[in-house]
């Protein structure tokens, strides 16, 4: 990163995921600074900016843990992400037409961090940085106006068992085109530090280690003008259901469970998070046509609020199954 003394360095406190992705994208789209940030998100989900939100995630976990789930700016894959991981942020304006992606510019300055630790960090591929082969940090990169956005994870102490769980989705229930994540072997540098440190102290020391790099370093914090404005990208974006699930390019679903009334199979047209087409099969018994309530369901959000709204009266079309397993079978 350039040695200038403009450069912004902020320590995000938050651990909302919503508030920090929105910090960043005000800071690289409303600001001229150059910015380095480190910031953490607790018990989240963060989706690439080209991915089928509900094929990269295991539903009833997220539900069952109370998962935040967002999409961020950047493409790539999706990732989990709890105290145990650290995020960096490099934003940075550039000469006009110099649009080069070249991760190792941005990442050298973490890998001397961690091997000033005595860890044996390096590069691997084009955007990824290892221990043993093993991943410790993803990358990904995206460019506003003449402006570079740059950011990754390092995971520290991240509960793995956590990040393999809410990530789990069984390929077979959708077919898509969207980008895919790669599950890599991955493990925490904790783990490789000679000395022992927390997650904290490990954020302090790799700001202190950056900051060095300018003299005139010093931290600074968001104005309130700044705050505000993210408060208002948060609400009107981040946290919303129209940019981490609508957002989702056109996929099919094809899902089946076993209910008290028999099997039930849903094939469906998703556009957009809603419901384009969809069909019921099985061998149920109900009083009713099944493609009343497919009429009903046509158009609408595939959210949970949004389903039950239009799901009543269902044992006229399938006995013995329940509202619940309906929402869960379009949703899970």
Not at 64 to 71: F, K, M
Not at 130 to 159: C, P, W
Not at 260 to 265: D, E, M, S
Request: proline share 3%.
């Amino acid at each position: 990163m350039s040695k200038s003394n403009n450069i912004r360095y902020i320590s995000l406190t938050s651990t909302s995921p919503y508030h920090n992705l929105a910090v960043e994208e005000y800071l690289l789209q409303q600001t001229k600074d150059n910015v380095f940030m480190l910031w953490q998100n607790d018990n989240t989900i963060v989706i690439g900016r080209h991915q089928n939100t509900v094929a990269e995630i295991n539903q009833e976990y997220v539900d069952s843990h109370n998962v935040n789930v967002v999409r961020r700016q950047t493409g790539g894959g999706a990732v989990f992400h709890d105290i145990g991981n650290l995020n960096f942020s490099f934003i940075q304006n550039i000469e006009p037409g110099c649009k080069e992606i070249d991760f190792q510019k941005y990442l050298r300055p973490i890998v001397d961090a961690l091997q000033s630790l005595g860890v044996p960090a390096e590069f691997s591929g084009r955007n990824d940085l290892v221990i043993d082969g093993k991943k410790i940090s993803g990358n990904a990169m995206m460019f506003y106006e003449n402006r570079v956005l740059e950011h990754g994870t390092l995971l520290f102490s991240s509960q793995m068992s956590d990040v393999a769980s809410a990530l789990k989705v069984d390929p077979s229930k959708f077919d898509d085109k969207a980008v895919k994540s790669i599950r890599s072997r991955v493990t925490n540098i904790s783990e490789h530090l000679p000395e022992p440190m927390n997650v904290l102290q490990f954020k302090d020391y790799l700001m202190d280690f950056i900051m060095k790099q300018n003299q005139n370093a010093e931290l600074q914090n968001l104005t309130n003008e700044e705050e505000t404005a993210v408060e208002q990208l948060m609400k009107n974006k981040y946290q919303t259901w129209e940019w981490n699930y609508g957002n989702s390019p056109k996929y099919s679903m094809n899902k089946k469970i076993r209910t008290k009334g028999g099997t039930l199979q849903v094939v469906a047209d998703i556009q957009k998070g809603i419901i384009h087409d969809l069909k019921f099969y099985g061998d149920f018994f109900g009083e009713k046509d099944p493609q009343e309530l497919v009429n009903k369901l046509i158009g609408i959000r595939l959210d949970k609020t949004d389903l039950a709204t239009v799901l009543d009266n269902i044992n006229d079309y399938f006995h013995n199954v329940t509202k619940e397993e309906i929402i869960h079978l379009l949703t899970a």
